[in-house]
């Protein structure tokens, strides 16, 4: 085989974004593509045509083409099992499905990871962003602020256990749907630290009657008057960060050690402010975190090929 | 006048609903209009041209007509300001807001209240639930179940604090719109009393992370066989009202006293069976609450005139 043949190509394929990487034997990334192309986009199941149109270029007979995230789901490509914790790197492609394309290339679908106690939970696609973010045989506590936040203990390099917290989504649903939105002026305005700082310390106030009745007096104290309506926003953001961050950090295990937030930069920063405003510091993980853990796979691959 | 000019006229007009009253002089309802013709059904502010198509016969020079509900609100007919806490009874005819009909009937539109401390809070129809729930000069501590539940603490007959509770519409956005709701089976089952008490149990559990956490284990419990998917739905619900519930009791001055559930039978069934299960008594309320507070005000009113 030729080098071009014998490297790695993995897609990050997730609900609204398609992400290429094509790794050479030493674990540098030769190419990447991206296209807004993610699963929800593609009619009929067609994932192979789009997977043709996107990357067809790369793809030889013989070639490793390695499948993570959502495409992974039941409304994905292939729905994969999961592999349970304690999940090392090494699992993910152990315990992968694979199938063949059309033009010959071993197509290999990694599993998502779930665990059972003391909560049932599951994650496809950030356990990559948590091996990108750790050493090989690092013990940490990770947080991946998102949509579905994640809170992840990690043990000697294999993700021991995690939660997560419906965060970024009940925003969106609050924000589009409920009567706090609806007195959100509908011009975006620029983010209100001193807002977000209020609401991350009503979270935290002993005086707190718990997220349901917290997310009210966004709407309940712009009505009376106590902050203006442009604050709402950024005021329930804080809020429900802060739930979500009282609540992981009294998690078993998280309590005193130290914390890794790892994300896009905006998230990142919104909370790493939210912790300082609680007097708790943390650590950023690497800026591409899945690219690393897709690096870590493809030398693995590389090591063992 | 005549005695049937001489009575007085309730609306209790929501967002979804048209109720109407008409009280004689000793406080007894002479007759009741009910119509699907909530605040939200009616287009272009024309308010009282549904009042003439309901109730039009009803309608005198002279009369009073008092309005309760959202129809006080922004997005009513009249918009009128909130007494605030305490707040008794008759702080509400006191406060209200004076329209003439254009056949010359007195449209009196009542108050909503609001409190400030500890946290902002409103309601705007609920307080003559609350009127209707508990004698002159009685000290209760009541809960109002709802798509915005209340818990309000009453002192020697007055309103004296209350605090909102989203999780009515938080529940209904999660099934209508979450990652959540969409593994919920499509077609209504019959209300599962085991999932319920499993959710309350969860949210009351030492080990829970919060509702955040706990709303996104009804989908990752039953992706991973540890239930039916049919469950989901009566457990998010006991989960939800399992954290109001923990909230509530957490309050100042709930802790220790009695609990009265005032609201429509199927809701407080649910919050007597939540309670129950982690081993609290609670009474019910009057079954037609909103009712006897109208009684009261109409009394009231007849002894004013």
Redesign the interface.
């Given at each position: 085989v030729t080098s071009e043949d014998s490297g790695t190509i993995v897609v990050d394929w997730g609900s609204s974004s398609f992400r290429a990487y094509r790794f050479d034997e030493a674990g540098e990334i030769a190419a990447r593509r991206q296209a807004e192309a993610g699963i929800l986009t593609v009619a009929d199941g067609l994932f192979e045509d789009v997977l043709e149109r996107e990357i067809g270029d790369w793809i030889v007979p013989g070639i490793d083409v390695v499948f993570s995230g959502m495409i992974t789901s039941r409304n994905g490509w292939v729905e994969t099992p999961?592999a349970g914790t304690p999940a090392r790197l090494e699992a993910l492609p152990a315990a992968a499905v694979i199938r063949e394309s059309r033009r010959g290339a071993r197509l290999r679908f990694l599993p998502g990871v779930?665990t059972?106690a003391?909560?049932?939970?599951?994650m496809r696609g950030e356990e990559i962003q948590i091996f990108g973010s750790v050493g090989a045989e690092e013990t940490a506590t990770l947080v991946l602020p998102g949509t579905?936040?994640k809170w992840a203990t990690v043990t000697a390099g294999a993700i021991t256990g995690f939660?997560?917290?419906?965060?970024g989504?009940?925003f969106a649903?609050?924000k589009?749907?409920?009567?706090?939105g609806r007195l959100m002026p509908k011009d975006a305005a620029a983010f209100d630290e001193a807002a977000f700082r209020a609401g991350v310390r009503q979270a935290f106030d002993p005086?707190s009657?718990?997220?349901?009745?917290?997310?009210?007096?966004a709407r309940?104290?712009a009505?009376?008057g106590?902050f203006p309506v442009g604050e709402i926003a950024d005021r329930l953001s804080g809020m429900?960060i802060g739930?979500?961050i009282?609540?992981?950090l009294?998690?078993p295990g998280t309590v005193d050690g130290p914390l890794r937030i790892v994300g896009e930069d905006g998230l990142v920063e919104r909370y790493m402010m939210a912790l300082a405003e609680i007097g708790r510091a943390a650590g950023k993980g690497p800026p591409h975190a899945a690219v690393a853990g897709f690096r870590r796979l493809a030398l693995l691959e590389a090591g063992r090929t």
């Open positions: 999961y779930s059972l003391p909560r049932p939970d599951v579905h936040s939660r997560t917290f419906l965060t989504e009940v649903l609050l589009a749907h409920s009567i706090v005086g009657a718990g997220l349901l009745n917290d997310v009210f007096t309940s104290g009505l009376l106590a429900l739930h979500e009282r609540s992981g009294a998690l």
